[in-house]
């Protein structure tokens, strides 16, 4: 490795302060958007009357838990949903869109991803490669998926062509996950809901929001949305929630699917949280600025890679609707040096090298990179990526945008110390 010298740290600022400036216009976008996030957040609280009584602990079964049900209320009225289950007890992204899918799926049904391959965590879920112990498929219900135009879009044509009278769930994930597409807008979601009802009125049209929730000033439970699904350790969480998942959406089905995540006849009304629901009203209340702080760190990261001469998705004025910022680094090498560069920032664990690994429900070694207060969350300054071609990073989150300046820098730096760029 070279030595890093006070010239190339001076270009370094230089690019960063530079590529700032270039991300001006697309800054004061980012903060109206966040404004309305806000406000509606906030007048969801006063209606719903939260007050400290709400942030009281319970245990056991947890029969009347205001705080709980409060904060389902919160949720739902935010998300412009009827209702909504917003727990704890969701262990991950991942959990919360199972429960749902078992919650509204029967043998003999089938479930329809109008996108194409769904998260690689999905697979399994559904029992897409194989019918894997618990999945779906074991469970008799049908999977068909239709590919995303060229364009990336919905091919709502094909879509309402591939809807059969078994169709019970048509899925369409918002985000782009580990693929090199653009992330689906709230409208054009919107758009898919009302063609998918118009082909067959009770089909579920079920997303999963994950990283998408305040990008936009609408979620797809305004737009149509029968239900939607995410985590709490991702956007909604605003990176205070320790833990948990929320599922919002139509009234009858939330009723569904809350017996699937306790019991049947039991339902929603239990579920327990020594810790109290504190922290996840106060990471409502930061959501919406914390997303703007992530999403303006994601459209730093495309100017300072585009002015580096990498291909960056989406670009620096380009439409967003999630917090993701993909990055073409091309070799394996970058690809590593990137995540640890993004590593050796972190506040937490900088003094670990993050390294490719067989991580469970994923089909490539992934690598990570996430020196997280809340273990493994990514709406903190995180970046991941599938040890595959082209070797995009995947990066996202930040709760300051000076954190993720600190982190685009780092690894910047640790690609040019390892000879991998020159700056
Ligand atoms: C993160 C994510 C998931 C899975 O969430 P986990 O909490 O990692 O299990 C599912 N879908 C999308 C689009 C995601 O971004």
Redesign the pocket.
């Known amino acids: 490795m070279s030595e890093w010298t006070d010239a190339q740290e001076q270009r370094l600022r230089a690019l960063i302060d530079g590529a700032q400036e270039d991300c001006a216009g697309r800054f004061a976008q980012l903060e109206r958007i966040e404004s309305e996030n806000f406000e509606r957040v906030l007048a969801a609280m006063q209606a719903q009357r939260v007050g400290v009584q709400h942030f009281q602990a319970t245990t056991g079964y947890g029969y009347d838990d205001i705080g709980r049900d409060a904060l389902e209320r919160v949720f739902a009225q935010a998300f412009g949903a009827q209702d909504a289950l917003v727990r704890p007890q969701f262990?991950?992204?991942?959990?919360?869109?199972a429960v749902c899918l078992f919650g509204l799926l029967r043998p003999g049904d089938q479930l329809l991803s109008a996108v194409g391959m769904?998260?690689d965590?999905?697979d399994e879920v559904i029992g897409i490669s194989r019918a894997s112990d618990g999945s779906l498929a074991e469970m008799g219900v049908g999977y068909a998926q239709v590919e995303l135009t060229g364009a990336g879009e919905i091919d709502l044509p094909a879509v309402c062509d591939a809807i059969t009278d078994r169709t019970r769930v048509v899925m369409i994930?918002?985000?782009?996950?580990y693929a090199w597409r653009p992330a689906l807008t709230v409208g054009q979601i919107g758009e898919a809901a009302r063609a998918i009802h118009a082909r067959k009125p009770d089909a579920i049209v079920m997303v999963?929001?994950?990283?998408?929730e305040f990008v936009d000033v609408q979620e797809p439970t305004h737009v149509g949305a029968d239900v939607m699904v995410g985590?709490l350790?991702?956007n909604a969480g605003g990176g205070l929630a320790p833990t948990g998942?929320y599922i919002a959406g139509r009234h009858d089905l939330i009723e569904r699917i809350a017996c699937r995540l306790t019991s049947p006849g039991i339902g929603r009304e239990v579920g327990s949280y020594a810790y109290g629901y504190q922290p996840f009203y106060q990471g409502f209340f930061f959501a919406p600025h914390v997303v703007c702080q992530a999403v303006k760190t994601a459209v730093l990261a495309a100017a300072v890679f585009s002015r580096l001469g990498f291909t960056v998705h989406p670009g620096v004025d380009d439409a967003r609707s999630?917090i993701?910022q993909a990055l073409r680094l091309e070799t394996p090498e970058r690809l590593i040096a990137f995540c640890e560069g993004i590593q050796m920032a972190s506040p937490v664990d900088s003094f670990a090298l993050p390294e490719p690994w067989a991580m469970p429900?994923y089909q490539d070694q992934v690598i990570m990179a996430a020196g997280t207060f809340v273990s493994?969350a990514?709406i903190e300054l995180s970046a991941d990526a599938p040890m595959r071609e082209p070797f995009a990073v995947y990066m996202q989150g930040g709760l300051t945008l000076s954190h993720g300046r600190a982190g685009i820098a780092s690894a910047v730096r640790r690609m040019a110390d390892k000879g991998l760029l020159t700056i």
């Open positions: 262990v991950s992204g991942t959990h919360a869109l769904p998260y965590t999905m994930q918002r985000s782009r996950g999963d929001n994950c990283y998408g985590s350790i991702k998942g999630d993701i429900g493994g990514s």
